[in-house]
C-alpha cells in the first residue's frame, strides 16, 4: 500500500477523536489536507465543531471545504489538534516543519488540551534527525543566526551538522512563512539529544521556533497496510 492510503487510513481514524461542540486545531501539510477533507464530509452530515487552522493553505481548503472557522484570538480552549509530522520517534518526540507551519504548528499544538498524529508507518523512526530539522528565523541577520545555529546544534551532540536557507521551488528566493520568517534546514544525520538541542537553540536571538515537538504529541496514529496502529502515552 501506498504512504498516500496509510496517510488516508490514519487521518479517518482520527475523526474518532472529535466530538460535536469540540473546537480543532487544524494542522498543515499533506496528511492533515486529508483529515480536513474528511472533516468537511462530516460537518456537511451535522457534525458542530470549528477549526483553528495553523496556516493560510489550511484555511483555504477548510473554507472550501465548508468546515467552519474562527480566528485563534477569539479562542479560549483548544480540545484537539490533529496534525501530521515528519518523523516521530518511540518517545513520541517530533520532527515537524517540512512544509513551513512549524511555527504556528507549535502555537495551535501547545495550546491544545490534546494532540493527536497522524502519519504512515515511513515517519517512524528509532532517533530523529534523518529528515532536516526545520528552523524558523528572523530575515534579519539570518547569516549571523544560522553560525549560530550550527553552533548549538554542535553543542547538542550532532557531529557534521549542515545548515542551508530553504528557498522557494527551484530559484534563488527565499522560502517565506506565512509569518514572514526565513527558514533554515539542518541536515543533522542524526540527533542524539533532542532535548539538548532545544536548550540550546531557544538561547539564539533571531531563532523565532524550530521543528523539535517535544512532550506536546500524546496520541500517534499510524496507517498500516490493512488499518491503523494506535499508540498513547
Known amino acids: 500500500m501506498s504512504a498516500a492510503a496509510q496517510k488516508a487510513r490514519a487521518a479517518a481514524a482520527?475523526?474518532?477523536?472529535?466530538?460535536?461542540?469540540?473546537?480543532?486545531?487544524?494542522?498543515?501539510?499533506?496528511?492533515?489536507?486529508?483529515?480536513?477533507r474528511l472533516l468537511g464530509q462530516r460537518v456537511k452530515q451535522g457534525l458542530a465543531v470549528r477549526g483553528i487552522p495553523t496556516s493560510q493553505a489550511t484555511a483555504d481548503l477548510a473554507a472550501a471545504e465548508g468546515v467552519p472557522l474562527m480566528p485563534v484570538e477569539q479562542a479560549d480552549r483548544i480540545?484537539?489538534?490533529?496534525?501530521?509530522?515528519?518523523?516521530?520517534?518511540?518517545?513520541?518526540?517530533?520532527?515537524?516543519?517540512?512544509?513551513?507551519?512549524?511555527l504556528r504548528e507549535k502555537i495551535i499544538a501547545h495550546a491544545s488540551d490534546r494532540m493527536v498524529v497522524v502519519v504512515d508507518e515511513?515517519?517512524?523512526?528509532?532517533?530523529?534527525?534523518?529528515?532536516?530539522?526545520?528552523?524558523?528565523?528572523?530575515?534579519?541577520?539570518f547569516t549571523i543566526t544560522a553560525k549560530k545555529v550550527f553552533d548549538a546544534l554542535r553543542a547538542a551532540?550532532?557531529?557534521r551538522p549542515d545548515v542551508t536557507l530553504r528557498r522557494q521551488g527551484d530559484g534563488p528566493a527565499p522560502f517565506v512563512t506565512d509569518g514572514g520568517h526565513y527558514i533554515l534546514d539542518c541536515a543533522c544525520g542524526e540527533l542524539p539529544d533532542p532535548e539538548a538541542a532545544d536548550r540550546h537553540l531557544k538561547a539564539i536571538p533571531g531563532m523565532v521556533e524550530h521543528g523539535l515537538f517535544l512532550g506536546l504529541a500524546r496520541t500517534v496514529i499510524v496507517g498500516e497496510d490493512h488499518g491503523v496502529k494506535v499508540m498513547e502515552l
Open 157 to 159: 551532540g550532532v557531529k
Open 79 to 102: 480540545h484537539l489538534t490533529i496534525d501530521g509530522a515528519d518523523e516521530v520517534d518511540g518517545r513520541f518526540r517530533l520532527i515537524k516543519g517540512g512544509g513551513g507551519c512549524l
Open 122 to 141: 515511513t515517519k517512524l523512526v528509532g532517533r530523529l534527525g534523518a529528515f532536516p530539522l526545520p528552523v524558523e528565523v528572523d530575515p534579519f541577520g
Open 14 to 36: 482520527a475523526l474518532d477523536y472529535v466530538e460535536t461542540g469540540m473546537t480543532l486545531g487544524l494542522g498543515s501539510g499533506s496528511t492533515a489536507e486529508i483529515f480536513v
